[in-house]
């Protein structure tokens, strides 16, 4: 049984930062890349940012600079450290994992709201 349980959403105001967590299990951590998304409701889920089996990392141009994506293999755990928040990066943020076959998975999402 496959499981993301995200984590680390909250409110922040403008140019904070907040670390979002997504524990996994039931997959082959070590052999998967994981990546963040986020959507807005009424538009579709976007590319934040990936991380590969090898430690490749990839970004939206939109968050380059500004956010980190990690993973723990320790812990099965991919992190994603967001500074320099603006209000643009409001979102409900997705972690997922794709498999040495291709299998896709999806956590439950997590709210993170920038405002003032």
């Known amino acids: 049984h496959v499981q993301l349980a995200e984590s680390g959403g909250g409110l922040v105001q403008p140019g904070g930062s907040l670390r979002l967590s997504c524990a996994a299990s039931g997959i082959y951590f070590d052999y998967s890349t994981m990546s963040w998304y986020r959507q807005v409701p009424g538009q579709s889920r976007e590319f934040v940012a990936a991380?590969?089996?090898?430690?490749?990392?990839n970004y939206a141009d939109s968050v380059e600079g500004r956010f980190t994506i990690s993973t723990d293999s320790a812990t099965n755990t991919v992190y994603l450290q967001m500074n320099s928040l603006r209000p643009e990066d409001t979102a409900v943020y997705y972690c997922?994992?794709?498999?040495?076959?291709?299998?896709?998975?999806w956590g439950q999402g997590t709210q993170v709201t920038v405002s003032s």
């Open positions: 997922n994992a794709r498999t040495l076959i291709s299998d896709n998975y």
């Open positions: 991380i590969t089996s090898v430690g490749a990392t």
